[in-house]
């Protein structure tokens, strides 16, 4: 397990209008089996920040190491990352053991791990009843949920999630979030997750970190919060309006400058 290091992280778009600048100068550390959240305003940049992590997008100013090492480069040398979207994106011509067995394979896992590691993430999450059937016998929620399983079955260093249970109505979306916090007891994955829930986020993460326009403007420590969390948690109540707090300010800012850092 790694350490991620963010330092002076900056990342410009050309668009028609000119140059987009959307990250400025982003800076933080996640520890190994760490659940970091990313809160923030519609554009902020969070998505591409994720995009950065999972090494899609390699065109950014300053530095992303993992374990000291440049991203691309622990990539190359077996460091996998997992991406689970707002949809599950699973393959429709395929049952759910196979979408699975499918990621195996491209991540080179020997063949005779498949089955095991298919039935322990699969009866994780609820579905081992499940794994003969196509995406479209599932409802919404246990499509998300194959795809959380499909995301921890090539165990990856590093799980980013991009509001997951966003699509999801709240009682199933609390099914989800018990399955992922289920399946990183076990893994111990280091996660980082983007939401728009301020309780959800609270809910998930050990930290979460606010952002204004292209700036984390605050770090909120959930970590003392014990686990098993539970909804009714009066400290995760008060953070949740503590970011919803700073959410009102970053949008009560003059539109089309950076959010200026904090004091
Ligand atoms: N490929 C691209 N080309 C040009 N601009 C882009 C590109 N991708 C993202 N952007 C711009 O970067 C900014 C941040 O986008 P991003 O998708 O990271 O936001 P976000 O915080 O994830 O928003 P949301 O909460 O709506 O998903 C936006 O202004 C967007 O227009
Ligand atoms: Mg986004």
């Not at 992590?53 to 077996?78: K, N, T």
């Not at 930290?207 to 919060?225: A, F, P, T, W």
Request: charged share 20%; glycine share 8%.
């Amino acid at each position: 397990m790694q350490q991620i290091d963010i330092l002076h992280l900056g990342k410009s778009f050309a668009s028609s209008g000119g140059i987009r600048h959307v990250l400025h100068d982003i800076g933080c550390s996640i520890a190994p089996g760490e659940v970091v959240g990313l809160v923030g305003p519609s554009g902020c940049g969070k998505s591409t920040l994720l995009n950065i992590l999972a090494g899609l997008d390699g065109d950014y100013r300053g530095q992303v190491r993992i374990q000291g090492r440049p991203i691309r480069e622990q990539l190359g040398a077996g460091f996998r990352v997992a991406y689970v979207f707002q949809e599950p994106r699973l393959l429709p011509w395929f049952t759910l053991a196979q979408n699975l067995a499918f990621v195996l394979e491209a991540g080179g896992f020997a063949r005779r791990e498949w089955p095991t590691r298919i039935d322990a993430v699969l009866e994780a999450v609820g579905l081992a009843d499940y794994r003969n059937d196509f995406p479209a016998q599932l409802s919404g929620g246990m499509q998300q949920r194959a795809s959380i399983a499909r995301a921890f079955c090539i165990d990856p260093d590093i799980l980013l999630l991009d509001e997951p249970f966003s699509a999801l109505d709240e009682l199933t979306a609390r099914t989800l979030r018990q399955s992922l916090l289920a399946l990183w007891q076990r893994f111990r994955t280091t996660i980082v997750f983007v939401s728009h829930n301020a309780y959800e986020a609270t809910f998930l993460a050990d930290r979460l970190l606010v952002m204004g326009r292209g700036r984390i403007v605050q770090e909120i420590d959930l970590r003392s919060v014990p686990r098993p969390r539970s909804y009714d948690d009066l400290a995760l109540f008060e953070s949740s309006k503590q970011v919803i707090r700073i959410l009102e300010q970053q949008a009560a800012l003059p539109a089309g400058i950076p959010s200026p850092l904090p004091h």
